[in-house]
């Protein structure tokens, strides 16, 4: 998880989906766990790319960039879940952004 971060547990943490609108407009944030949960609203095909975006605070001591792992719990028609997906694992990325070196 993103765990580190300084940012306090919330239930209603702001998420923005760039050019979408797939998924709900807040998610939740746990920050013992470093736990994000997105909920959808629309079909998510398969194959397709979704860019979210969160804000959280980092904490008081410098630390490298962190492995994150995303899940996906599908919800059933009838009520619970259908299944969980497979976790899948990012890594950081390491090219470069507004001219900063490494600052993707």
């Known amino acids: ?3 580190g971060a300084a940012s306090a547990d919330d239930g209603a943490l702001g998420v923005s989906e760039a050019g979408g609108s797939s998924f709900r407009g807040t ?4 920050r013992g766990s470093g736990e994000v949960v997105f ?10 790319t979704h860019v979210l975006q969160i804000t ?3 904490g008081d ?9 995303a899940s996906v719990v599908v919800p059933s028609a009838w009520g619970g879940d259908a299944g969980l997906s497979g ?3 990012m890594d950081e990325a390491t090219g470069d952004l507004l001219g ?3 600052g993707s």
């Open 87 to 89: 976790v899948v694992g």
């Open 1 to 3: 998880g993103l765990t």
């Open 61 to 69: 001591a410098e630390q490298g960039a962190r492995r994150v792992n």
């Open 100 to 102: 900063v070196a490494g």
């Open 27 to 30: 998610g939740s944030w746990v």
């Open 56 to 58: 959280l605070r980092n």
């Open 39 to 48: 909920g959808v609203v629309s079909a998510v095909g398969q194959g397709e």
